[in-house]
C-alpha cells in the first residue's frame, strides 16, 4: 500500500514537470529589466502582451544604473527597458546587446508635483516664491529624471537658491514617496507616476515645458541572453505597436 | 588622493553619528538591559521581543515607516511640529533616531548578557555591606559588565557605520547632513564610478575588519558576549 501511494506520487510529479515543461515550450517567457518610472505602464502591457502573443512577461524593476552594473554581471535579463538612451548605447557599444535592436520606446514627461491639493501652481511660481522647506529630485548622477530636473534649475535660474533645500531619492520612485509621503512639500517626478488618462490622478502639479530640460529619451534593447529567445523579439515588436504605444501615451510619455 | 573631498566628509559624517548612536544607546540601552536581565514581570517577553525586531525586520521597512512616522502626517511627525521642532527626516537628527532604533539590539542584549551573568550573589553581598542600590550598581555592577559594555559599544558602532537602508529612506542623501559613506558608495555604484567605490568601500573594509579585530582579541574567555 505504502509503495503504491509513493509510486503514485512519483508518476503525479514527473506528470506535473512534464506538463510544467511543455507550458513553457509552448508559450515562451522573456525576462524584463524595467526602469522604475515605467512600472505601471509596462504592468498595463504585460496583460495585453500575455494575452495577445501567449509569452509570460517576467519583469524586475530597479534603478537603470544599477541594471546596467547587474548585466555586465550576468543577470539573466533578456529585454532591457532603461530610463535613458546612453546606458543601452553603452552595452551596445560594449557589444551586451543585440544588434540593431535599440529603438525609443518613451519620451519621458518631468513634473513639479504635491502630494497636496492645489500647492502647485500651473506655471510652477511655487519654485520662485520659494515658501516650502524640502525639494525632491532623482539622484542627477544616476537617474536621466534627476538630471532633467537639475536642468530645469539651471534654465529659471534657481540652482543657488534652492541648493540648502534639496533632498535626493535614490531614483524617481523613492523621490515620488518623499513627495507622496508629505516629508518634502515639492519633488520632481516621473509625469507617469501621477498621471493616468490624460489627468493628473492626486494632488497638483506643473508639467514641465520639454524645452526646459534635454529629452528624457527612453531606449529600450534586446541583450546578448535574449539573442535566440522569440518572447524577446516578440515583446520589442509588440512594444512599437499601436496598442502598447496607446497605453503609453496614456501615462503622459511622449512618443 | 583616492578619496575626494565629498568622500572625506561622508567618512566624518558616518564617524559623528555612529559615535553618538553609540553614546545614546549606552545610555538609554542600560536601563533597558538591567530591567531584562533582572525583572521577573510579566512584560519582560514583549518588552524583550520589541528591543529584538531591528533584528529581524529589513532595514528599508523600518526606513519607510519611520518616514511615515516621523514625516509631516505621521503622530510623532505631528507632535515635533505642534512642540515648534519641525520635522526630523531628511535631517541629522533623524539619523541619529533611526539608527538608535536600528542598533538597539546590538547593544542591549551584550549588557543584558553581562548583567544576567553577573547574579544576585554580588549585589546581595554589597546590601549587606550597606551599598545603596546606585552604590552597588557603580561600584560593582558596572566594572562587572565591563566587557559587555565594550562589547556593546563595538556593535552599536560597527552596525551603525553598516547602516544603509534605514538612511536611504529617510536620508535624502544631502552633503554633510546624511550622505554616509554606505550612501556614498552606492552613489558611486550606481554612476559607474566603480574605481571611486572601490577605494571608499575598500576603506570601509579595513575599518570594520579593524574593529572586529579589537573585538575579537579583546574578547577571549571573557563574560558578556551573547
Known amino acids: 500500500m505504502k509503495m503504491r501511494a509513493s509510486r503514485l506520487a512519483t508518476t503525479g510529479l514527473c506528470a506535473l514537470l512534464v506538463a510544467l515543461n511543455l507550458g513553457t515550450a509552448w508559450a515562451g517567457e522573456v525576462q524584463v529589466a524595467v526602469a522604475a518610472n515605467f512600472t505601471a505602464p509596462i504592468q498595463a502591457i504585460a496583460k495585453d502582451f500575455e494575452q495577445d502573443t501567449g509569452h509570460k512577461l517576467v519583469s524586475s524593476f530597479g534603478a537603470t544604473g544599477q541594471f546596467y552594473t547587474q548585466i555586465k554581471n550576468g543577470a539573466p535579463f533578456e529585454v532591457f527597458l532603461a530610463a535613458d538612451d546612453t546606458t543601452p548605447a553603452k552595452l551596445e557599444a560594449e557589444g551586451d546587446t543585440v544588434k540593431g535592436s535599440r529603438f525609443t520606446y518613451a519620451i519621458g514627461t518631468l513634473a513639479l508635483w504635491s502630494a497636496k491639493e492645489g500647492y502647485v501652481d500651473a506655471k510652477g511660481q511655487v519654485l520662485k516664491d520659494n515658501q516650502y522647506q524640502h525639494l525632491a529630485i532623482a539622484n542627477p548622477k544616476a537617474a536621466p529624471y534627476g538630471l532633467a530636473a537639475t536642468q530645469v534649475l539651471d534654465k529659471l535660474k534657481l540652482t543657488e537658491a534652492t541648493k540648502a533645500k534639496l533632498v535626493e531619492g535614490q531614483n524617481i520612485t523613492q523621490t515620488f514617496q518623499f513627495a507622496s509621503t508629505g516629508n518634502a512639500e515639492l519633488g520632481f517626478v516621473a509625469l507617469s507616476q501621477i498621471y493616468k488618462d490624460g489627468k493628473v490622478t492626486s494632488g497638483s502639479a506643473w508639467i514641465v515645458p520639454a524645452e526646459l530640460h534635454d529629452p528624457i529619451k527612453q531606449d529600450a534593447v534586446i541583450l546578448d541572453k535574449g539573442k535566440d529567445n522569440p518572447a524577446a523579439k516578440a515583446l520589442v515588436d509588440y512594444l512599437k505597436g499601436p496598442k502598447a504605444t496607446a497605453i503609453i501615451k496614456s501615462y503622459g510619455y511622449e512618443l | ?226
Open chain 2, 1 to 226: 588622493m583616492p578619496l575626494s573631498d565629498p568622500d572625506l566628509s561622508a567618512i566624518w559624517l558616518t564617524f559623528k553619528l555612529a559615535s553618538l548612536t553609540t553614546l545614546i544607546l549606552l545610555l538609554v540601552g542600560t536601563p533597558i538591559a538591567w530591567w531584562l536581565a533582572r525583572t521577573r514581570s510579566r512584560l519582560r517577553g514583549p518588552i524583550g521581543a520589541v528591543v529584538a525586531l531591528p533584528l529581524v525586520l529589513p532595514p528599508t521597512v523600518i526606513g519607510f515607516y519611520l518616514l511615515l512616522t516621523l514625516g509631516p502626517h505621521g503622530f510623532i511627525g505631528q507632535a515635533t511640529q505642534a512642540l515648534g521642532l519641525g520635522t526630523v527626516v531628511f535631517s541629522f537628527s533623524g539619523l541619529v533616531i533611526g539608527s538608535v532604533i536600528y542598533s538597539m539590539p546590538f547593544v542591549v542584549q551584550p549588557l543584558q548578557n553581562a548583567f544576567a551573568a553577573i547574579g544576585n550573589r554580588p549585589l546581595e553581598v554589597a546590601a549587606t555591606l550597606r551599598a545603596s542600590p546606585w552604590d552597588s550598581f557603580f561600584s560593582v555592577v558596572l566594572p562587572q559588565a565591563r566587557p559587555g559594555f565594550i562589547t556593546a559599544s563595538i556593535l552599536g558602532f560597527a552596525h551603525t557605520v553598516g547602516e544603509f537602508g534605514v538612511v536611504l529612506m529617510i536620508g535624502g542623501n544631502i552633503p554633510d547632513k546624511t550622505r554616509v559613506v554606505s550612501v556614498q558608495i552606492y552613489d558611486h555604484v550606481e554612476a559607474m564610478e566603480y574605481m571611486q567605490a572601490h577605494w571608499l568601500a575598500g576603506a570601509m573594509l579595513v575599518f570594520s575588519f579593524l574593529v572586529l579585530l579589537a573585538l575579537y582579541s579583546n574578547r577571549q574567555g571573557k563574560p558578556g558576549w551573547s
